[in-house]
């Protein structure tokens, strides 16, 4: 799977602009879809291509459609998936699942430890059970803002989130 230089740059642009604003905009979001229909196009045309791209991209949001309902993303995450799975086309959903769940992971931890800064400095058990639950509502968090309200759920932007599991799918795969 291999990612032309053009659609990385729109990704990074929407991954800071979601990280920045808490919101991916649509026009980015068809500028890539553009992109990449420019490259399966170009040369030589392979209708069967194209067909391959918009089921990965169907599939992939299927997928977060059903986590929308559950409210576990934003709108906008939901047509980043569609676009990550035009990109990847079907061959690479499964390994780009993976990466992403990697991400999660990471930016689920990082982001536990940076705002509960005093779990590092006590003398207990680093993931107790108490921590196990806040770290999984941070993982699982995915709506748009960080909520610094009353509220004890963490926020975090997802796109970020997808982006890092692209490159990490991209270098081990």
Same mark, same amino acid.
């Given at each position: 799977?291999s990612?032309?230089?053009?659609i990385?740059?729109? %990704? *990074? $642009? ?10 991916? @905009?649509? !026009?980015? #979001?068809? %500028? *890539? $879809? ?5 490259y399966?196009?170009?040369?030589? @045309?392979? !209708?069967? #291509?194209? %067909?391959?791209a918009?089921?990965a ?5 299927s997928?977060g459609f059903?986590?929308?309902l559950?409210?576990?993303?934003a709108?906008?995450?939901v ?10 086309g ?10 992403i ?7 689920g931890?990082l ?12 003398r ?25 309200s ?9 796109a ?14």
């Amino acid at each position: 799977m291999s990612i032309a230089l053009p659609i990385w740059i729109l %990704l *990074i $642009i929407t991954a800071t602009h979601d990280a920045r604003e808490h919101r991916i @905009p649509n !026009f980015l #979001l068809a %500028l *890539i $879809i553009s992109v990449e229909c420019f490259y399966i196009f170009k040369g030589d @045309p392979s !209708f069967w #291509l194209f %067909l391959s791209a918009l089921a990965a991209g169907a599939i992939l949001f299927s997928c977060g459609f059903l986590i929308f309902l559950a409210k576990g993303m934003a709108p906008g995450d939901v047509k980043l998936l569609f676009c990550v799975g035009f990109v990847t086309g079907v061959g690479g959903i499964t390994q780009v699942l993976i990466g992403i769940g990697m991400s999660c992971l990471l930016m689920g931890i990082l982001y536990y430890f940076a705002h509960n800064p005093g779990v590092l400095s006590k003398r207990t058990v680093l993931f107790a059970p108490e921590h196990a639950g806040a770290l999984i509502r941070g993982v699982v968090s995915q709506s748009k803002g960080i909520d610094t309200s009353n509220s004890r759920e963490t926020k975090i932007p997802f796109a970020p989130i997808v982006v890092i599991g692209l490159a990490i799918t991209s270098y081990f795969f």
